[in-house]
């Protein structure tokens, strides 16, 4: 089983709505990152959050809103998405200083914008 | 420009047979941080393996073996005797620094299917 827990794993949401996907991991890891990955694709570096401040955000469009309370939890507080947000969206947490690159992931939330 | 090139997309073998994943890699830094991450139909990315630019030894775990070559810039990983729980999509990445937030470039994956 994952040590990062991501909810919901499914979502299907109208371009209009808002809602939130969240990330749980109790490793004591203080890095944070959303990836997206599109079918068949590899994935796609979105935010980085390193002792629950936001380090690197890669040009997301602001209809996603990373928000990070506390270091065990991560959200991504989603708004007026488009169809082609639809994907699969994958929360990973590190030990920030190590430098290994092993991040361990969760399931994934897979996300269908309508 | 850091990237990593996966060449196979799809490989089918049958089970017991053994299977090569080929990853080449280009990158300006002298030191950098390779990886191979497995990723089954559950969604999740698993570790399997990290490897720094100054360690050229090969590494054997079980079934599992890579080669690394910095004379050809890659990363091979091998599984031996395969399994169908080994049927999964394998992306191998680089390291970018800076390395305090371990910001990972993926190549686009090889999907291997391994039949009974």
């Known amino acids: 089983d994952t040590e990062v827990t991501q909810t919901p794993k499914h979502l299907v949401m109208g371009m209009t709505n808002k809602k939130s996907l969240k990330c749980e991991q109790h490793m004591g890891h203080r890095a944070m990152y959303w990836y997206k990955q599109k079918a068949k694709k590899p994935p796609e570096l979105m935010f980085v959050y390193s002792y629950e401040k936001l380090s690197i955000n890669e040009s997301v469009p602001s209809r996603f809103s990373p928000e990070c309370p506390n270091s065990s939890l991560l959200n991504l507080h989603l708004h007026a998405l488009q169809p082609e947000d639809s994907a699969l969206y994958l929360c990973?947490?590190?030990?920030?200083?190590?430098?290994?690159?092993?991040?361990?992931f969760g399931e994934g939330s897979r996300l269908t914008v309508l | 420009a850091q990237k990593v090139t996966q060449a196979q997309t799809e490989i089918s073998v049958v089970e017991k047979e053994d299977v090569t994943l080929d990853c080449v890699y280009e990158?300006?830094?002298?030191?950098?941080?390779l990886f191979w991450y497995k990723q089954p139909p559950s969604g999740e990315l698993v570790f399997l393996i990290r490897?720094?630019?100054?360690?050229?030894q090969n590494e054997i775990s079980g079934r599992y073996s890579w080669n690394f070559q910095k004379s050809t810039s890659s990363f091979n990983f091998t599984i031996t005797a395969s399994q169908v729980v080994d049927s999964a999509v394998y992306f191998c990445?680089?390291?970018?620094?800076?390395?305090?937030?371990?910001?990972?470039?993926f190549g686009t994956g090889t999907r291997l299917q391994v039949f009974p």
């Open positions: 990158t300006r830094d002298t030191t950098y941080y």
């Open positions: 990445a680089l390291s970018e620094p800076p390395y305090n937030t371990d910001k990972l470039i």
């Open positions: 990973a947490s590190s030990h920030p200083l190590s430098g290994t690159g092993e991040l361990f």
């Open positions: 490897r720094n630019s100054f360690d050229e």
